[in-house]
């Protein structure tokens, strides 16, 4: 599904069809959305590498959930794990060190006159998209798969479909290539992410991402929840909490 096509990723028979020969390259920060995506591409592709950035994040214990979310797809996932291929980091200091956030300082989370909460780090999926083209460009792949979406989020802008779409032509008409941009939740809310993840892998996959998958902005993963770990207070573990719910109130 490129950036070009909104339907979900549901309604295209593209579950559980044999994969394709192409190799996707999924942005994968660790989080609910991301680790969803990756299964989504180990599903359709024939090969998936991931990146991760650390640009100073307080939530950088989501760079370490990276790791056990891809050990346990290997290993409970026999199906996928031929087809996961190497894990890239890509530190972006200069992010961090420029923006005045509070997704990379110690401040207080609150909303902003613009109606954007002060976690939003201007440009950061702009700057994550550039990055991660100059990556597939690279390595050769034309697919790049990223777990944004507007239909339930903290309303960035980086994350709207139109931005995204913007960049697809932008990075091809800058690079001289045929990247396709892929967003399987952009039009899914969370609860339907949970959904999709049971479509693609069950049950088990459920708990794995459940368990592994890290949201909160704090890094707070002392708490233990029905839908994970977290601080259960930021806007990050209230949007998480709310899907899960709402999942579990409307089984599929
Ligand atoms: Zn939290």
């Keep these: 599904m490129s950036a070009f096509d909104d339907r979900s990723a549901g309604t295209r028979g593209g579950l559980h069809q044999p994969p394709t020969t192409e190799t996707a390259l999924v942005l994968f920060s660790g989080g609910q959305d991301?680790?969803?995506?990756?299964?989504?591409?180990?599903e359709r592709f024939g090969r998936v590498e991931t990146l991760g950035f650390d640009y100073g994040q307080r939530h950088v214990v989501?760079?370490?959930?990276?790791?056990?979310?891809?050990?346990?797809?290997?290993?409970?996932?026999?199906?996928?794990?031929?087809?996961?291929?190497l894990d890239h980091t890509l530190e972006l200091a200069a992010l961090g060190a420029l923006s005045e956030t509070a997704l990379t300082r110690e401040t207080e989370i609150t909303m902003q006159a613009d109606g954007l909460p002060?976690?939003?780090?201007?440009g950061r999926n702009l700057v994550f998209m550039a990055f991660a083209a100059?990556?597939?460009?690279?390595?050769g792949l034309k697919h790049i798969v990223l777990?944004?979406?507007?239909?339930?989020?903290?309303?960035?802008?980086?994350?709207?479909?139109d931005t995204v779409k913007a960049m697809q032509v932008?990075?091809?008409?800058?690079?001289?290539?045929?990247?396709?941009?892929h967003t399987p939740l952009m039009w899914l809310?969370?609860?339907?992410?949970?959904?999709?993840?049971?479509?693609?892998?069950?049950?088990?996959?459920?708990?794995?991402?459940?368990?592994?998958?890290?949201?909160?902005?704090?890094?707070?993963?002392?708490?233990?929840?029905?839908?994970?770990?977290?601080?259960?207070?930021?806007?990050?573990c209230e949007l998480r909490a709310k899907g899960w719910q709402g999942y579990r109130a409307a089984p599929g």
């Excluded at 932008?170 to 941009?181: I, K, P």
């Design 62 to 85: 989501e760079l370490a959930c990276r790791d056990a979310l891809r050990a346990r797809l290997l290993r409970e996932f026999p199906r996928w794990a031929p087809r996961l291929g």
């Design 189 to 236: 809310d969370k609860a339907a992410t949970w959904h999709l993840a049971e479509q693609l892998g069950g049950a088990a996959l459920v708990e794995l991402v459940r368990a592994e998958s890290h949201s909160c902005y704090r890094g707070d993963r002392s708490h233990a929840h029905a839908w994970g770990f977290g601080c259960g207070e930021c806007p990050a």
């Design 118 to 122: 002060n976690t939003f780090v201007p």
């Design 170 to 181: 932008a990075l091809n008409l800058g690079m001289q290539a045929r990247f396709v941009l």
């Design 34 to 42: 991301s680790a969803t995506c990756l299964a989504w591409a180990l």
């Design 147 to 161: 777990g944004v979406c507007e239909t339930d989020y903290s309303g960035y802008p980086d994350c709207r479909d």
């Design 134 to 139: 100059a990556l597939a460009y690279r390595r």
